[in-house]
């Protein structure tokens, strides 16, 4: 393998493939990068088998091809060593079959190569008829539930998103068993019937890499995987076996109480209040409904105490008390792009729904803490 590429061409393309390279990885062959010069250009490809990325350097934006093969290197080593070199023209030669010569005209590395044999056989092929999304409509749909999912490995399932299709009505739900993030969008065409959970770990790689919000975003899911394609790069996810929870019924339609309040009020009363809590205690803050009033507070006894008011904006002759925590009330009120918020309760035991006043595909929902 031999050619000429401009630093910034290749960095561009190591930073995507860089993702796919664990430095955990205990089997050296998927702590590696593997290059593949073709005619009609550069691929990249890295593996921990869990999830892998190819990214694709079209032979226009390639300044010399010269001799057509393929190597496996250190994705680590290559990755620092491409990105400390100045901008210019960077010469890409494998002199043997066990060192990769990287030169400038001031600089020069030999970097020992891997057996290309070694390298996992990753299928990649693509569906005939993917689901199709806007990049910043899929953006969205994650930022909005991905920080739901569980961080434990004791339950895996729950470490992940469900994503569920019914026709035209996509469904993303991620939960930690203590909070539900949940939101629907509907699909420009009917795409059957899809029930996947997706490691949040994976998709979070993949939000790191989607530049191009105006783009499209290719879905194409397997029984065992998902291959995300967007901007001549593949992303290839696993995905987590076994029955993620049916939310829904965890999802009151009727409520006893339901405030409307400024989202940005509450959320900055929220804020304030958590400065003291603890996480010993869950950070719990206690909500106090009066009238057209709630009353946030909080306290450490040995510390102090803090006692916030913020107003109602809907009417409300209902007094009530309830408590929850500080950290995932303002996770799920953040996710809320709205002006206004409106919190419903069923009692002090019973799930809190949150949501925007105007738009019922996004639902949050937190579990209260008991406090006496």
Not at 101 to 116: E, G, H, M, Q
Not at 119 to 136: G, N, R, Y
Request: glycine share 4%; aromatic share 6%; charged share 20%.
């Amino acid at each position: 393998m031999k050619l000429k590429i401009e630093q910034k061409t290749l960095i561009e393309h190591l930073n995507y493939a860089i993702k796919g390279v664990s430095s955990k990885n205990l089997i050296p062959i998927l702590n590696c990068i593997k290059f593949e010069l073709t005619n009609e250009g550069l691929y990249l490809i890295s593996t921990d088998n869990d999830i892998a990325i190819k990214t694709f350097i079209p032979a226009t934006e390639i300044e010399e091809i010269i001799e057509l093969g393929e190597v496996v290197v250190s994705g680590r080593y290559i990755y620092e060593i491409v990105r400390k070199l100045p901008n210019g023209i960077i010469n890409l030669e494998e002199i043997t079959s066990e060192v990769l010569y990287i030169y400038t005209d001031n600089t020069s590395f030999k970097l020992n190569c891997n057996l290309v044999s070694d390298f996992p056989d990753i299928d990649l092929t693509l569906k005939e008829s993917p689901i199709i999304l806007e990049q910043k409509s899929f953006k969205n749909i994650i930022n909005q539930t991905s920080f739901a999912a569980s961080m434990q490995e004791n339950r895996p399932v729950l470490t992940g998103i469900n994503l569920k299709i019914n026709g035209e009505m996509l469904t993303a739900t991620a939960t930690d068993s203590y909070r539900v993030a949940q939101k629907r969008i509907s699909l420009e065409n009917s795409c059957g019937e899809v029930n996947i959970v997706i490691p949040v770990r994976n998709i979070n790689e993949l939000m790191k890499m989607l530049n191009h919000e105006e783009d499209n975003l290719e879905l194409h899911i397997f029984e065992n995987k998902v291959i995300f394609k967007f901007n001549n790069i593949l992303l290839m996810s696993s995905l987590i076996n076994g029955p993620f929870p049916d939310v829904a019924q965890w999802i009151p339609e009727q409520f006893a109480l339901s405030i409307k309040v400024n989202l940005n009020d509450i959320y900055d009363a929220i804020d304030r209040a958590s400065l003291l809590t603890s996480e010993a205690e869950k950070n719990t803050i206690k909500l106090e409904i009066k009238g057209n009033t709630a009353i946030i507070s909080s306290n450490i006894p040995e510390i102090g105490n803090v006692t916030e008011q913020v107003h109602i904006l809907s009417e409300n002759s209902n007094d009530f008390i309830i408590a929850f925590s500080s950290k995932y009330m303002m996770d799920a009120i953040k996710a809320i792009n709205s002006e206004l918020v409106t919190l419903s309760f069923n009692g002090e035991v019973q799930p809190i729904i949150i949501r925007n006043p105007e738009d019922e595909n996004l639902t949050q929902l937190i579990v209260p803490i008991k406090i006496y």
